[in-house]
């Protein structure tokens, strides 16, 4: 009796580690298409709030097939220890090395990962209403001042000659349409002919775009002049 109570009480551990439930093919479709448009959600969420120059459209493809991986391999994996402990040796061998540069680009990747595990284990709730509440938040801090530091930031390039007299003008000029200005480089061009001036400015309207290009570009030795108007990161 008490050998025969060992065993009962064994068993269920013994299917914990080493056995898993087989999937019907419709419960596998079913958890695949609402990873897939789950994951869309996200990317697209992406694709609205981006406000970077560094869009990527491969990191879109990304972000909906990494979801749809995990799936996978959570279902693969089921309750069995050795197959999980089998794909992590098989995932050991393979070097991630892509560089991304904006850390909100790995939260994104995060997000599509927990959608994938969550519908790999079909727990369907928590992924949708995972999915709505992260994709709510993601628009909300685009659109609202939160943690903005600046507005109507760009990068303003031109060039001037080594000799140029217009740096009294080009004063003038940025007091009149920029708040404040920041020499961020400089360099020779035209085998040392001319400078090439690149400037961080904040407009005092965004509507002064123009004026401020036109301006400059009025200016007798000025040529070159472009505004692009970014992010407080500059992205070289």
Known sequence: MLQLEVQQQSTPLFDA?????????MEIFNA?????????????VYRWTHQGFSYQRSFIHTVVLACLVISIMIMAIGNNMARGLGILGAMAFVRFRTPIRDPRDIIFIFASLAVGVSCGAQVFMVAILGTLFFSAVAVFLAWSPFASRREFEGLLRFMLPSESRATSALQQIFGQYCTTTELIASREAIQGEVLEYAYQVRLIDPSYKVDLVDAIAKLPDASEVSLVMQRTTVEI
């Open 17 to 25: 580690l080493g056995a898993t439930r087989s999937l019907m093919a």
């Open 32 to 44: 695949l298409c609402i990873a897939f448009v789950l994951s869309m959600m996200i990317a697209n």
